[in-house]
């Protein structure tokens, strides 16, 4: 069982940047990926990226990659996603998930593990 805590978000103008951090606890096995998505209004939730534990490898979307940035640090559980650049698309719900598995995937249904999710607006 692992619990995810998010942090981080708010609002801030078009090409500004954000920091929304992810804090997972709880009884780890030798290997998970971090997960993050967004989910705007309407719209169904998307994956942004992930990060293996293994081997810290990433993996971003298309529409995020080179602005979106993910920074881990083992020893506090907790990812980072430096998000640069926003636009007011980016705006969305942005949620944490885990899944014990070595490898990153971006298919949500694949993640066991969820937070609450926490708010990201861009508006001039």
């Known amino acids: 069982q692992l619990y995810i805590v998010e942090s981080g978000g708010g609002l801030v103008q078009p090409g500004g940047s954000l920091r929304v951090s992810c804090r997972v606890s709880?009884?780890?096995?030798?290997?998970?990926?971090i997960g993050w998505f967004r989910q705007a209004p309407g719209k169904e939730r998307e994956g942004v990226g992930c990060?293996?534990?293994?081997?810290?490898?990433?993996t971003y979307a298309d529409s995020v990659k080179g602005r979106f940035t993910f920074s881990r640090d083992p020893l506090q559980n907790t990812v980072d996603l430096q998000m640069d650049s926003l636009k007011p698309e980016d705006t969305a719900v942005y949620y944490c998930?885990?899944?014990?598995?070595?490898?990153?995937?971006?298919?949500?249904?694949?993640?066991?593990?969820w937070g609450q999710g926490t708010q990201v607006t861009v508006s001039s």
């Open positions: 709880g009884l780890f096995k030798d290997y998970y990926i």
């Open positions: 998930a885990a899944v014990f598995q070595p490898v990153c995937t971006l298919d949500r249904q694949m993640y066991t593990f």
């Open positions: 990060i293996s534990t293994t081997d810290g490898s990433a």
